[in-house]
């Protein structure tokens, strides 16, 4: 029998924050609700935020959407979205390799009583 861990066991928190760049085009994620993943928005330019920096996505990792986590938007980092960026709203978390696995957690964000 597997033991029973916390997320914070196998959960990390990773931010890559990235200092915007006014003379930079960023290409921008957004994540769907209830686990359904990543999507891809228009790049943004760093001129037209107000944000001071964005977080860069790195594969596997895990991305929560602070604003509409209760949803579950959740996903994970595939790799068409290695480099991508979220606004720093979307903290993002790597998974302990030796502890569990990117694909596991991702199935697991996905069940109704996540």
Same mark, same amino acid.
């Given at each position: 029998?597997?033991p029973?861990?916390?997320?914070?066991?196998?959960?990390?928190?990773?931010?890559?924050?990235?200092?915007?760049?006014?003379?930079?085009d960023?290409p $921008? =994620?957004? !994540?769907? +609700?209830?686990g359904? *993943?990543? %999507?891809?928005?228009?790049?943004?330019n760093?001129?037209?935020?107000?944000?001071?920096?964005?977080?860069?996505?790195?594969?596997?990792?895990?991305?929560?959407?602070?604003?509409?986590?209760?949803?579950?938007? $959740? =996903?994970? !980092?595939? +790799?068409?979205?290695? *480099?991508? %960026?979220?606004?720093?709203?979307?903290?993002?978390?790597?998974?302990?390799?030796?502890?569990?696995?990117?694909?596991?957690?991702?199935?697991?964000?996905?069940?109704?009583?996540?």
């Amino acid at each position: 029998m597997n033991p029973v861990v916390t997320l914070g066991d196998v959960l990390r928190l990773r931010i890559d924050s990235v200092q915007v760049d006014p003379s930079i085009d960023y290409p $921008i =994620a957004g !994540v769907y +609700s209830f686990g359904n *993943g990543l %999507f891809k928005r228009q790049p943004l330019n760093g001129a037209n935020t107000t944000y001071n920096s964005f977080n860069r996505l790195h594969m596997n990792n895990i991305v929560i959407s602070q604003l509409k986590a209760w949803e579950g938007a $959740i =996903a994970r !980092v595939t +790799s068409g979205f290695q *480099g991508w %960026f979220l606004s720093p709203q979307f903290p993002t978390f790597e998974v302990i390799d030796d502890r569990a696995d990117a694909r596991y957690i991702e199935w697991f964000c996905r069940r109704p009583t996540f």
